[in-house]
C-alpha cells in the first residue's frame, strides 16, 4: 500500500508540474504583456520552482564526454566491463590515451544512482583509468535474478577487482567503506592477486560507536524488527521487480530531506529570488544540485535490513564478529594495501573517527601504510564533491596511488 500511494502521488505531482512548468512559459513569454510585469515575473517564477520540484525523475547521465590529459583534451567513452544483475562495472575510457593506474570508485548503494559521484570521477579522469560501481535500481531488477545482501555485494567488489586485473586502486565513499574494507581484508587473506594496492574510505561508518550522528541514532533507537514492519515495502506491478521487498529511494530521500529540511527551503527560496532577478546561471545550479539529489533508487529488503544489523545495530566489523558466507573477516589480514581515511570535519552522516577505525583495526598494517586526513571545514558532501574535493582531497588521494603504483 505503501509504494501504490507513492506513485499515485508521484504521477498527480507529475501532471501538476507539466502545468506549472506550462504557466511559467506563458507568464515568461515576451509576446505576454503580463510578463513585463512584476507580478508576472513573480508567479513564473513561483511556478518554476513549484515545476522543478514536483518533477518526476529517472536515472541520471554521467555526461562525461572530455577530459584534459597532460593539457590535451581528449574524449572519454563509457563502457561496460562486467555486467551483473545488481549492478554494472563501469570504465570511462579516455581515447588515446594507455596506461595510468587503474581505479575503482565504489559507489554507495543507499538511494542515489552512482551519479552521485560525478564530480568524483571527473577529478580522477586526468589522472587515472577510472572504474566506477553501476549499481542497479532494485525495482527494476526481476525477482527471478535472485536476492542481493552484504555478502553479494562484497562478492561484486571482488568479481570487479578480478576484472579490472592486478595492480587496482579502490575508493569507496561513505557506505561501502565497510563492504569495500571487507573485500580488502577477504582477497589479503587468501594472498589474491587482484586486492587492491590502495584503499580509500571516505566518511565511512567503519565504527559508528565512534561520535554517534543523528543517522546512528536513527538507525538504532529502534529494534531491528521496526524496520522490517514499517519501511519495507513491496515494489508493484508497474515494474520489472514486481513482488521485490525492498527499502524505497523515496522513503531515503524523506529522511535525508527532513534531517536539513531548513536548509533546503533556503535553496529554494533562493533559487526563486534567482528567477525573479533573471539570474538564470545561479538558479539552473540550484536546479542541477536537486535534479542530482532527488534521483533516487530502492534498496533490496535483505541488502538493507542486513546493513542496519551489522553496521549500525551490532557494530560487527569493530567487533571481529563480521562474517562473509560463514567466514571470519579479518582486518589484520591486511599486509600490504595502502589505508587512506578520510572524514569531514562537518560531516553530519558519518561522525569523526568512524572511518579513521578502519586504520586502528589493521592490526598488522605498518603504520607507513597507513594515511588519514580530517578536511576542515568540509561537510559530509563535500569530502567527494565541490572544489574541497577537487583542491584539497583529490591530490592526497592520487599522492597515494602514486606512491604505491
Known sequence: MLYDAYEFQRSMLA?????ANFGAGMLNNPANPFSYFGGGAVMAS?????AHAAAPRGKPVFGLDRTMVNGEAVEVVEEVVLQKPFGQLKRFARVGVSGGPKL???APMSGHFATLLRGTVERMLPTCDVYITDWRDAKLVPVTDGAFDLDDYVDYLIEFMEAIGPGGHMLAVCQPSVPTYAAAALMSADKH???PRTLT????????????????TLATERPHAWFSQNVIATVPRMYPGAGRRVYPGFLQLTGFMS?????HMMSHWEM???????????AEATKEFYDEYRSVCDMTEEFYLQTIDVVFQEHKLPRGLMTHRGRPIDPGAITDIALLAIEGERDDISGIGQTKAALTLATNLPEAKKHYLLAEGVGHYGIFNGSKWRNRI?????KLIAENG
Open 104 to 106: 575503482l570508485i565504489v
Open 193 to 195: 592477486p587482484c586486492r
Open 259 to 263: 534531517m536539513n529540511l531548513g536548509n
Open 272 to 282: 526563486f529570488k534567482h528567477l525573479v532577478r533573471g539570474d538564470g546561471e545561479s
Open 394 to 398: 583529490a591530490p592526497l588521494v592520487e
Open 15 to 19: 501532471g501538476a508540474s507539466a502545468w
Open 46 to 50: 513561483a511556478l518554476e520552482v513549484f
Open 201 to 216: 574510505m571516505m566518511g565511512g561508518p567503519i565504527d559508528t560507536r565512534e561520535a554517534p550522528t543523528a543517522v546512528n
